[in-house]
């Protein structure tokens, strides 16, 4: 009965190079967010994808960071040229969907987080 | 655009006392409401969730919260605090919005717990 996996927990990236985050959602879950959470500010929605399909990215910078949800393999959030600004707490959760309404329900199940730490 | 405010950013306790903690949305629909908690270090559990209907919900760890539409607010209580409630707690509002619920979080209310 695993949860939300995430990995890696702990990053340490130089500037300049790339991260790349994992997220594997609860089994019979189809559907991941990702935020962001920086010391004092909460988390910031970052993106809200379908196996295959991106549905929300209006909380995604608009350079170098990308994610996709591919049909087979887990959810991966990319962040390109790194920079000290990037570093924080990366959350994914993974949502049910109302089979009847046939909409999200917006209950979110997290992983641990993936921390990311630029030099 | 739904947003979510938590007043407090910090609220110390004593341990057997009660707690409320404030949260406030704007959004122009009924909302979906959630309150989570996160332990230091950890992801986020879901306390309790408002979707329709009764507008006092129940939750885990002997939480409970009230939906009041007028006063577009979604406060969390819980009678007598244990030291293990310590954590941070974040209200979170779910938009609706092409099938699929955005959900904004507030920025969090840190709850310290004193013996």
């Known amino acids: 009965n695993a949860g939300v996996m995430q990995n890696p927990r702990h990053l340490v990236r130089r500037r300049g190079q790339e991260a790349r985050l994992r997220c594997s959602p609860m089994?019979?879950?189809?559907?991941v967010y990702w935020y962001r959470q920086l010391p004092e500010e909460g988390l910031k929605f970052m993106v809200y994808?379908?196996?295959?399909?991106?549905?929300?990215e209006s909380g995604m910078p608009k350079e170098r960071f990308s994610a996709e949800f591919p049909k087979e393999g887990p959810s991966i959030l990319r962040i390109q040229q790194v920079v000290r600004g990037d570093s924080a707490a990366y959350f994914c959760?993974?949502?049910?969907?109302?089979?009847?309404?046939?909409?999200?329900?917006?209950?979110?199940?997290f992983g641990e987080g993936s921390r990311l730490t630029v030099l | 655009a739904q947003s979510v405010t938590q007043p407090d950013i910090h609220i110390t306790v004593s341990e057997g006392a009660s707690l409320e903690l404030r949260c406030n949305y704007s959004?122009?629909?009924?909302?979906?409401l959630f309150w989570y908690v996160q332990s230091p270090g950890q992801g986020l559990q879901l306390l309790l969730k408002?979707?329709?209907?009764?507008?006092l919900v129940q939750g885990i760890k002997g939480f409970e919260a009230e939906f009041k539409r007028s006063q577009s607010s979604f406060n969390l209580r819980k009678p007598s605090v244990h030291w293990s409630d310590a954590a941070e707690y974040f209200c979170?509002?779910?938009?609706?919005?092409?099938?699929?619920?955005?959900?904004?979080f507030g920025t969090g209310t840190k709850l310290q717990v004193i013996p």
């Open positions: 959760a993974s949502s049910p969907r109302d089979r009847v309404a046939n909409v999200g329900t917006g209950e979110l199940f």
């Open positions: 089994k019979g879950h189809s559907h």
């Open positions: 994808l379908q196996k295959e399909n991106i549905i929300d």
């Open positions: 959004y122009g629909a009924t909302p979906y």
């Open positions: 408002y979707f329709s209907g009764d507008t």
């Open positions: 979170a509002v779910g938009a609706g919005a092409g099938g699929y619920q955005k959900v904004t």
